[in-house]
Each structure stands twice: as structure tokens, then as C-alpha cells.
């Protein structure tokens, strides 16, 4: 039996234990939320002070270039670029994933002449399924878009597909591609990759440039912590950028977007993907949040991740098989990310009641409760007392409660 004496032992010996002063995290919660929204880093609301009382409140438009708005996005991408195994120059922040997986795709795509064939997972994130098929149809229709499942990915590349469109950790079970191989099985057929890093960004050390992964697309509100809606990145291996043509060719995609002429002129390199203006506030708030990660070991960050789905998958499974819960993640933790579910049939109910007692996960339908495990604030003991919350309330049926029945917006 895995006690609380052992969890605080795990916790004094946590290299990682440092980081979690760093974060504000409410009194008397258990945020096991973080693979939805990150907390907030402490260092976030003085720069963005900063931003609004002496950068636009006095410098006003002077501040494009005193302060280096216009540097931005850049700048953010350069600093994401390590986390996933980028260079520099590789990676961009602009947008939304969605918009951002629009440009990608439909630049892979124009690349891709002669081959009709989206490939993707049956249980993808559905937004990317619905940019695809966006896509698809904005195109004419012209192109197929072929759903398996992710057991039938590599033998259903063939010489039809254009793009292998994936997200690289499913957002429900946690299952995780094995990136390397599923590219090295795309480039034999002559496909390209395009990954979805949401679910695995600032959770695990991620090498795009190891195996040569052609494009790529991940938010900033989740393990990076840039807050709510903050702008997502894309990359785009060096030696395609100078061949993707955006489909969505704004003036700050231009190579002299000051110039004003009528024709547009894609810029060199990977701020061709650029479109509008940048989000000052908004890329502020991130590109402060990801100082921290310049101080992060990613081996350490990942070893503790595993540590802490192994210790929460032990602690529902010595509570015993009357809580009801099935689990719905590998064990194995090369084929999974940072976090794990349980399926329950009430599971949308279950969540309610752990969030009023200070267990903050989140719900997926149709019956799985989410937990994620983010590494640089969650405590050992965090996840010791989330099980014992939880197992109360699933032992004792404390989750059925008609409040803890009406479903809300966002789940």
C-alpha cells in the first residue's frame, strides 16, 4: 500500500519542486487541470503591468519597435522552438491552432499535387477534423479525408496520401504516436506530417528536427501556461519553408509589410506563415510564461510525469474495483502523455463533485473523468489526496447530486 509518508518523501527529493512557488495556485486546490489551461505564473501580471502602463500607455505607438511588438511573435517562437526540438527560425507564434492547422494543411496540401488523401485518426481532436474538412471544401472537394484507427495508421499510408494529420497525444485517453516512426512510414510513401503538439507541448521533451517532422502545430494555454486564448505556433521544417505559398497572405507575411504595394510577396522564411497583426497583450502574457522554461530539464520533467501517472494509476487501483472506475490510459508510458483517464457512467457527474470539493480535472464524453499531470506544481501528495477525494465520493455516491447532474457550457 502506497501511504501519504511516501508521497512526502517523493516530494523532498522532487528536482523539480522549485518551480511550483512560481505559480499561483489557489488555497485548498488540487489543479489537475493543466492539459486544458495552465495556471498562472506570478511572473505574468507584472509584464503585462509593464506592457499596458508604460509600453502602451507611454510609449504608445512608438512601442512596435522601442519595445519590439513587431518582434513578437518571433521572438515566442524561438523560445517554444527547443521545447519541441526545433531551431530557431522554425517556429512562429501567431493565431489559434485551428487557423493555424487551416495555413498548414492547406499549404501542405498545395504541395502535395497529384495526392487526394488527408489521412488522420478516427478519435483525432474533432476541431482538426472540422479544419480538414474546411479545407477539403474550400478546395473543391477535390480531396479525401480518410479516418482510421490509430492501429491502422502506418499500413494505411500508401502513395494516395498527401498528409499524415495527427494530434500527437490523444486528448482523451492520453495514448501518444510514436512520432519517429509514424514519419519515417509517411516519408517512404512520400507523405507529409503534420502534428498537432496541444497535448504534449511542455510535457515531454518532443524532437520534430531528430526525426524530421515536416510541419507542426500547438497552442499556448495548456503545459506552456500562456493563459486563456493564448496564441498557438506553428512549425515549419527549414527547408519547406521557402516552398509553402499561405493561403492566407496578410501583411504581416509580406517581405516589406510597410512597403503598402498591392501585390503580396511572401517574406522569407517561417514569417511568411504570419497573416495580422500580433496580439500584443495576448503574446505578452506568453512569451513571459515561457521564461521559466529556459531553467527546465525535460528528461526530469518527463520522468516525473511518468512517476505521477504510475503513482495515480496505483492509488485508484488499491482502492479497489466497487469505485466503478475503468481505466481508459495505457500503463505503458511510452505510449502515453501526461495524463490519465478513467472511464465512469457517470463520469460528467463524478467531475462535478470532485471540483466542488477542490479537485479540479475536467470531463470528456462521453463517460471519461480527465486528470492531468503537470509537472512543475503538482505534488506527490496532490495526487495521494485527489485519489482519497475521489474514492469518497465515488464509495459513498456523493456525486449524485442534482447539481452535480446539470451539464454547463464548457465541460
Not at 94 to 108: G, P, R
Not at 342 to 370: C, K, S, T, W
Not at 378 to 397: E, G, K, S, T, W
Request: charged residues 25%; contains cysteine.
Amino acid at each position: 500500500m502506497i501511504d501519504r509518508k511516501h508521497c512526502e518523501d517523493l516530494d523532498r527529493r522532487d528536482p523539480l519542486a522549485r518551480f511550483r512557488e512560481r505559480f499561483t495556485l489557489p488555497e485548498g486546490v488540487i489543479y489537475l487541470d493543466g492539459n486544458s489551461l495552465g495556471p498562472l505564473l506570478k511572473s505574468v501580471p507584472e509584464r503585462i503591468r509593464q506592457v499596458v502602463d508604460r509600453e502602451w500607455g507611454q510609449g504608445l505607438i512608438r512601442s512596435w519597435n522601442a519595445a519590439r511588438w513587431i518582434d513578437l511573435p518571433q521572438r515566442v517562437g524561438d523560445k517554444i522552438a527547443p521545447l519541441i526540438g526545433a531551431e530557431p527560425g522554425e517556429v512562429v507564434a501567431a493565431d489559434s491552432t485551428s487557423v493555424n492547422l487551416f495555413k498548414l494543411l492547406s499549404a501542405a496540401l498545395a504541395l502535395q499535387r497529384g495526392r487526394s488523401v488527408i489521412l488522420s485518426e478516427r478519435d483525432n481532436f474533432p476541431t482538426d477534423l472540422y479544419v480538414a474538412q474546411g479545407v477539403r471544401d474550400q478546395l473543391g472537394g477535390r480531396h479525401e479525408i480518410k479516418p482510421v484507427s490509430a492501429n491502422e495508421l502506418r499500413d494505411a499510408i500508401d502513395e494516395r496520401v498527401a498528409v499524415v494529420m495527427l494530434t500527437h497525444v490523444n486528448f482523451r485517453t492520453g495514448a501518444r504516436h510514436d512520432m519517429a516512426a509514424i514519419t519515417a512510414a509517411a516519408h517512404a510513401k512520400g507523405a507529409l506530417t503534420l502534428w498537432d503538439l496541444s497535448h504534449s507541448v511542455g510535457a515531454m521533451p518532443l524532437g520534430l528536427g531528430a526525426v524530421r517532422a515536416d510541419l507542426a502545430i500547438g497552442c499556448g494555454y495548456k503545459y506552456l501556461n500562456g493563459g486563456p486564448g493564448a496564441p498557438a505556433f506553428l512549425y515549419v521544417r527549414r527547408d519547406l519553408q521557402g516552398r509553402i505559398r499561405p493561403p492566407l497572405a496578410g501583411w504581416m507575411g509580406h517581405r516589406e509589410p510597410f512597403a503598402f504595394v498591392t501585390d503580396y510577396v511572401p517574406a522569407e522564411g517561417i514569417l511568411r506563415n504570419l497573416c495580422g497583426t500580433p496580439p500584443v497583450l495576448a503574446m505578452a502574457a506568453l512569451d513571459a510564461a515561457l521564461d521559466l522554461w529556459a531553467e527546465v530539464d525535460l528528461a526530469e520533467l518527463r520522468a516525473k510525469s511518468v512517476a505521477l501517472a504510475d503513482l495515480l494509476i496505483g492509488l485508484v487501483e488499491e482502492q479497489g474495483a466497487d469505485l466503478e472506475l475503468t481505466l481508459a490510459t495505457t500503463r505503458d508510458a511510452e505510449r502515453r502523455g501526461s495524463q490519465v483517464s478513467f472511464a465512469h457512467p457517470e463520469g460528467y457527474a463524478v467531475m462535478q463533485a470532485l471540483i466542488a470539493r477542490g479537485v479540479i480535472g475536467d470531463y470528456r464524453a462521453p463517460n471519461l473523468v480527465r486528470f492531468g499531470l503537470t509537472p512543475l506544481y503538482l505534488r506527490y501528495v496532490d495526487v495521494f489526496d485527489a485519489v482519497a477525494i475521489l474514492a469518497d465520493i465515488l464509495r459513498h455516491r456523493r456525486w449524485d447530486r442534482a447539481e452535480f447532474k446539470k451539464r454547463a457550457m464548457v465541460t
